[in-house]
C-alpha cells in the first residue's frame, strides 16, 4: 500500500553535483524518519543522511560538507543534494522511510528500489 520511487541518478564527472529524489506514495497517515543510504560494488550498505519529520539531520562523515538533505511533507519526497561529487560515491542509493499507514496506524520501514549513481570522467 505504501510505495517509494527514487529518481535522479544517472553518470556525473567528479566534482559535479546531482540531486536525488523520493516521493512516497499510497495510503500513509505519516511520515517520521527518511533517509538515503547507498551500497557501492564489493561494499556493504551505509547510511548516508536521515531525516526526522522535525528537520534534524545526519550525515556519514564522509559527505559532511557536500550533501544536503531535505524533505517536502506536502509532497511526502525527501531530496538529497550532491555536490562535489567523488568516484567512491558511486553506487547505488536506496531511499528509506518510516512511515505509518493510514490503515495500520502502526510504523513500519519501506525502501525504495535504488537508484544508480556513477561518478567518473
Known amino acids: 500500500q505504501v510505495q517509494l520511487v527514487e529518481s535522479g541518478g544517472g553518470l556525473v564527472q567528479p566534482g559535479g553535483s546531482l540531486r536525488l529524489s523520493c516521493a512516497a506514495s499510497g495510503s500513509i497517515f505519516s511520515i517520521k524518519t527518511m533517509g538515503w543510504y547507498r551500497q557501492g560494488p564489493g561494499k556493504q550498505r551505509e547510511l548516508v543522511a536521515t531525516?526526522?519529520?522535525?528537520?534534524?539531520?545526519n550525515y556519514v562523515d564522509s559527505v559532511k560538507g557536500r550533501f544536503t538533505i531535505s524533505r517536502d511533507n506536502a509532497k511526502n519526497t525527501v531530496y538529497l543534494q550532491m555536490n562535489s561529487l567523488k568516484p567512491d560515491d558511486t553506487a547505488s542509493y536506496y531511499c528509506?522511510?518510516?512511515?505509518?499507514?493510514?490503515?495500520?496506524?502502526?510504523?513500519?520501514?519501506?525502501w525504495g528500489k535504488g537508484t544508480l549513481v556513477i561518478v567518473s570522467s
Open positions: 528509506n522511510a518510516d512511515v505509518i499507514p493510514r490503515t495500520t496506524l502502526r510504523g513500519m520501514d519501506y
Open positions: 531525516i526526522t519529520s522535525a528537520g534534524t539531520t
